[in-house]
């Protein structure tokens, strides 16, 4: 278990304002708390299904997934200093993502999801169409983008 000072010192060392998560101790990241989309996800989660999160950042949608029952849940991140943090963050809260260095637009070999998310990053992508094809191929349930 992280102590309230080591929790506090990383988050302010690291710049987190991308997306708010709560984090033991009361303490939260800045940034948007995305309430509405956490909202969309979770009011589609059914326990021991799997997600995958596309440019999952922090990884709140990834975390809020496992604290709702997923069963497991992958986020894909190709900034490494956002990888780095997403794993930190995910020690602070006892769980255990599977958080993955890979670009979408390279059409990796990943497994098929129940709940698959690609969000806020269709206008980034040098082949969306291509993409959103190739996450739908990949998704049992639901895509969200």
């Known amino acids: ?17 991308s997306q708010s998560i ?5 303490i939260k990241t ?8 956490v909202s969309i996800l979770l009011s589609r989660l059914k326990k021991s299904q799997t997600v995958l999160d596309v440019g999952s ?8 997934s496992l604290q709702h029952g997923a069963r497991a849940v992958t ?26 260095r890979l670009d979408i637009e390279q059409f990796p070999e990943i497994e098929k999801h129940d709940i698959v998310l690609c969000l806020n990053m269709l206008d980034r992508l040098k082949n ?6 190739y996450l739908a191929e990949h998704t049992n349930d639901t895509l969200i983008v």
Not at 1 to 17: A, H, N, P, Q, T
Not at 57 to 64: K, Q
Not at 128 to 133: D, H, N, Y
Request: charged share 30%; proline share 4%.
């Open 128 to 133: 969306p169409i291509g993409v959103l094809r």
């Open 57 to 64: 950042d922090l990884g709140l949608f990834c975390l809020a």
């Open 75 to 100: 986020g894909l991140e190709l900034n490494r200093d956002k990888l780095r943090q997403a794993k930190r963050i995910a020690e602070f809260l006892q769980l255990k993502p599977n958080y993955l």
């Open 30 to 37: 800045a940034g948007d708390s995305r309430e509405q989309a």
């Open 22 to 26: 709560s984090l033991p101790y009361g």
């Open 1 to 17: 278990m992280y102590s309230k000072e080591e929790i506090s010192r990383f988050v302010e060392s690291e710049g987190l304002d």
